[in-house]
């Protein structure tokens, strides 16, 4: 019986993604619908939420498969990046600096509570990695997840709007901003709008997850310098 929550998920998704597609509007995203049609499920309703995330373990599972998936646009675009090595590089560890430092900032202003300071710290990176990350710095995972879905959702909804409004047009930097800012959820947005966007978001997504990996304990150690 439990597992029906599986199926259900699965049916929830198709069918919101099948009645959102000819809505132009951000906010038609099957992903957000998918999540508030739950929450209000298990805001009035008795279900429990817990069998219901017992029931979902294989697509937390099928979560690092994917994001290794994400390698074969890589693979039709490795002639441009290697020419652009060195700006993708830069582009995507100023990106994730200044991600980290800018959200740290913003909720230093707000909290002074250390474990949702570092659990916020791997915010634009994909779930896995940022689950990983907030463990070994001292934050909640589960915080972590919540945070790293929120993000990529708001990326999806309005990262390409906002590119636009600002005028950058180019599809290659188009591609990194979204990886680098809104992860897999911004990749697969990335790969709807066109191929070399989505591979340069993936291409993004990964190497923004290894500098977030190996930048979280300065940014940690910051925190517990600066956070009485």
């Known amino acids: 019986m439990i597992y029906a929550y599986l199926i259900a998920t699965t049916l929830v998704f198709l069918a919101a993604r099948k009645i959102l597609q000819p809505?132009?509007?951000?906010?038609?995203?099957?992903?957000?619908?998918?999540?508030?049609?739950?929450?209000a499920l298990f805001s009035f309703t008795p279900l429990n939420y817990q069998h219901y995330a017992e029931a979902n373990q294989p697509f937390v599972w099928l979560l690092e498969p994917a994001v290794v998936a994400l390698a074969i646009p890589l693979f039709y675009q490795i002639s441009q990046i290697?020419?652009?090595?060195?700006?993708?590089?830069?582009?995507?560890?100023?990106?994730?600096?200044?991600?980290?430092?800018?959200?740290?900032?913003?909720?230093?202003?707000?909290?002074?509570?250390?474990?949702?300071?570092?659990?916020?710290?791997?915010?634009?990176?994909?779930?896995?990695?940022?689950?990983?990350?907030?463990?070994?710095?001292?934050?909640l995972a589960s915080l972590a997840a919540a945070v790293v879905i929120a993000v990529g959702l708001l990326g999806a909804l309005a990262g390409f709007t906002v590119l636009k409004l600002f005028n950058i047009t180019n599809e290659q930097a188009q591609g990194l901003a979204m990886g680098c800012s809104a992860h897999a959820i911004g990749t697969a947005k990335a790969m709807e709008v066109g191929t070399e966007q989505g591979a340069f978001s993936s291409l993004a997504l990964v190497i923004s997850g290894i500098l977030t990996a190996i930048l979280a304990p300065l940014f940690a150690w910051l925190i517990s310098t600066l956070v009485l």
């Open 82 to 139: 290697k020419k652009q090595f060195i700006p993708i590089m830069i582009s995507c560890f100023a990106g994730v600096v200044i991600g980290i430092s800018s959200c740290l900032l913003m909720a230093i202003l707000l909290t002074q509570d250390k474990v949702l300071l570092l659990s916020l710290l791997p915010k634009s990176v994909t779930s896995p990695i940022a689950m990983a990350i907030a463990n070994e710095v001292g934050g």
């Open 23 to 39: 809505i132009q509007n951000p906010l038609a995203n099957p992903l957000l619908v998918s999540i508030l049609f739950f929450i």
